[in-house]
């Protein structure tokens, strides 16, 4: 007599693992894993120190500001340096409400994001 399992949880550690595909390619060796570790601490390191400049808006509006991204910079810490540059341009970097209340800082989100090896603007 034969039982069949209907629950996959039921099967047993081993078994759950036969049925898992095997990766397409090896696994990263112990210095490629340093080198990533690495370039990561670099881009961080760069990206703490970076600022938004004039010259890398392409395009602005009320609602969309475009600006050119450096290699080697995270995207979170572009759009952290925003709020400077709307200051710098003195722009206001607080929304202001229909009565003239200051509600605060505006709600800034990417709607692209570039990996951290890529420059340019999309």
């Not at 210095?31 to 961080?44: F, N, T």
Request: proline fraction near 7%; include cysteine; glycine fraction near 4%.
């Amino acid at each position: 007599m034969s039982t069949s399992i209907n629950n996959p949880s039921e099967l047993s550690p081993s078994a759950s693992l036969q049925n898992y595909p095997k990766p397409l390619s090896p696994p990263l060796s112990a210095i490629s894993k340093d080198i990533e570790l690495a370039r990561a601490m670099s881009a961080s390191s760069r990206s703490s120190l970076f600022s938004l400049s004039t010259t890398d808006v392409l395009f602005e509006d009320q609602w969309l500001m475009a600006v050119n991204k450096r290699q080697g910079i995270y995207c979170e810490f572009v759009l952290e340096s925003v709020p400077a540059l709307l200051l710098s341009l003195s722009k206001t970097a607080l929304v202001i409400d229909a009565i003239g209340n200051t509600i605060g800082p505006p709600e800034l989100h990417l709607v692209n994001r570039l990996d951290r090896d890529t420059s340019g603007c999309r």
